[in-house]
């Protein structure tokens, strides 16, 4: 199955595409985001392997004319950066860059859960600065009839997904063109 998906930003100007695609036992995700956040203009793109059962094995960012990094999960759980060990990244099963709706498909697929049900996790969150931030976020989701509800540190919303889990309408962010 392969998917391509264009989202336009509602809080900013910007646009996401992303080309999804599974096959031999993986799933891979190239996004591209062009945004322009507080006057400036960015292009931002990802790459995110995982495995058949929506598992992070890696992601690559890079954001244009400034940085590349990426982090590679192995079978013992264990993060790295650009190669070097990321011991403080132990037990995060997700990533979460914070400008695209995607990684929210990685938990919402991975956890797969019942209406009514409600799973935490931590999160490799990304957090846009021009050092691209890796820090540690707690996020819990809860499935609802229709999507699911997303929070972490004091945000909340609700979330409508499509019948692969990606996103339609991330309220005053995001919506799926």
């Excluded at 264009?6 to 100007?13: K, L, N, Q, S």
């Excluded at 595409?17 to 006057?39: E, P, T, W, Y």
């Amino acid at each position: 199955m392969n998917r391509q998906v264009m989202w336009t930003a509602r809080e900013w100007p910007g646009c996401e595409h992303l080309d999804l695609r599974f096959s031999a036992g993986q799933i891979i995700a190239d996004g591209v985001i062009l945004a322009a956040l507080k006057g400036r203009p960015i292009r931002l793109a990802y790459r995110i392997e995982a495995d058949p059962s929506w598992r992070t094995k890696s992601l690559a960012v890079d954001v244009h004319g400034h940085h590349r990094r990426t982090l590679t999960h192995d079978e013992h759980g264990d993060w790295f950066e650009n190669g070097s060990a990321r011991p403080d990244l132990t037990n995060c099963t997700d990533v979460d860059i914070s400008l695209t709706p995607f990684t929210n498909t990685l938990p919402i697929r991975r956890l797969d859960l019942a209406v009514g049900a409600t799973a935490q996790i931590r999160a490799i969150y990304l957090r846009f600065t021009p050092e691209l931030d890796f820090t540690v976020s707690k996020q819990r989701y809860t499935r609802l009839e229709t999507g699911y509800r997303y929070e972490s540190e004091g945000f909340r919303a609700d979330l409508d997904v499509d019948h692969d889990g990606l996103v339609i309408n991330y309220p005053h962010l995001w919506a799926m063109e």
